[in-house]
């Protein structure tokens, strides 16, 4: 009797599942970190990238030495942390002034981008209909944009630049998991986030702009979020990796919508902040596009198996 060994497919979509029900922690301590220590932006999104980096690089060490530190993409895996570094300070600073819900519902235009972004560099095929789903998806991301943008001005489109870089982050990872471990890749994006990080830092304290500047934590507590950040961040990220070596972008995508669940829960425990009715429309509105856009896809690799 052969034994029931679950397809790589669906063990992506487990483990893609898994992260986004993880990952929201980071972003709720990035948010405490700056509004109650009143840490800027930009040394939050440092500390998250540097932890990450001593972190994969000591268990790398433990695990083979200092060749396993021996990457085949190295500017390509600096490239994704740059691009992590880059979307980590966008959200952080969103999230300093608006509620951390809203913003991941911003964010949340991510998939539709991944989708589109699949057909240009991975060459997936996208149709019409999953076209018109990206489109709506737009439209209510629009819709949740509208009143933030009303109250928080230009911070409301932050998130739309963490979607973009994330998009492409995904990409990255689709591209170069087939050569390197999820481990050394998950090492050289926190050192690339880091070393961009840095150089954001540095261009704050030069030109004296408060959220992009170096501060300290001010509370013991915070300390040990900083750490807690890094580690929270280095293991949500080896699931992602870890899920685009077992399954397509186009298939995961959907997926992350279960971030915006944790989000909204973790938002409303942690710092009293729920959607508006209109906010929650273009959230299903947004959820609604990518589960057509998967449904869509499934149906597609169904019908091409059975004739194959």
Known sequence: MQPNVMHPHVKGMAVMASAMMFLPLLDA???WLATVDSLPPATISFSRFFVQSVLTFFILLGIGG??????????GNLIRGALMGLGS?????????????????????????????SAVILKEEVGWRRLTAVVVGFIGTLIVIQPSFELFGWVALLPLGTAACFAVYLI??????????????QFYAGVGGAAFSALVLGAGEAFGHADLGFGLPTVTLSWWLLVAMGA???????????AFRLAPASMLAPFQYFEIVMAVLVGLVVFGEFPTPSKWLGILIIIGSGIYVFMRERRMKATAEAIA
């Open 66 to 75: 200092v060749q396993v530190l021996k990457t085949r993409n190295l500017t």
């Open 29 to 31: 301590i990035g948010k």
């Open 232 to 242: 929270i961040a280095t293991v949500g990220h080896l699931l992602v990796v870890q």
């Open 89 to 117: 300070l966008c959200f952080f600073s969103a999230v300093k002034y608006m509620p951390l819900a809203d913003a991941i519902a911003i964010f949340f235009v991510e998939p539709l981008l991944l989708t589109l972004l």
């Open 172 to 185: 990255l990872n689709r591209r170069y998991a087939v050569a390197d471990s999820p481990l050394v890749m």
